[in-house]
């Protein structure tokens, strides 16, 4: 029987919940002038903001260099959520599924809580846990909030 992990992280961050989720929901395209991560972001199949979508991601990761990510997305407008479901991709070298959450949570000072969610089942017992990914994503979320700040 697999064995599916999670890991969480949340970040604060001074931008408004909405604002974050429209972001990650229909402009991850400027990913690549706003992080050092990411040198590429393509749609494949659909459009930036379509549910269902398919996006293709070119990024780096650790000493690892043009690392590719291929994704179905969803969007969650109820709870502020974009849901990445991993396809293709250099992730699939270390586990069997992978799948991202990111979900904007509004606090009362305008500001919100970016909750990060990886689940994943890996290749087996010996395999690594997926903290590098988590690390990664909450380092996108940083990213993202200085981009927004200054717009």
């Not at 989720?21 to 229909?26: C, G, L, N, P």
């Not at 590719?68 to 070298?93: P, S, W």
């Not at 586990?95 to 904007?104: E, H, N």
Request: glycine residues 6%; contains cysteine; proline residues 3%.
């Amino acid at each position: 029987m697999a064995v599916r992990y999670k890991l969480e992280a949340d970040l604060d961050i001074k931008a408004p919940a909405e604002k974050y989720y429209q972001f990650m929901k229909t402009t991850v395209y400027h990913f690549p002038n706003i992080s050092d991560k990411i040198q590429q972001v393509d749609v494949h199949q659909g459009a930036w903001d379509t549910h269902g979508s398919i996006h293709v991601w070119t990024y780096s990761i650790g000493d690892k260099k043009n690392q590719t990510f291929k994704e179905r997305v969803e969007h969650d407008d109820r709870n502020l959520a974009v849901i990445m479901t991993g396809l293709e991709g250099h992730v699939f070298n270390e586990f069997k599924s992978y799948k991202g959450t990111f979900k904007a949570i509004p606090k009362t000072d305008g500001t919100c809580t970016v909750k990060h969610i990886i689940e994943y089942e890996k290749l087996g017992e010996d395999s690594p846990d997926a903290h590098k990914y988590l690390d990664f994503i909450v380092g996108m979320s940083k990213d993202a909030e200085a981009h927004l700040v200054k717009n």
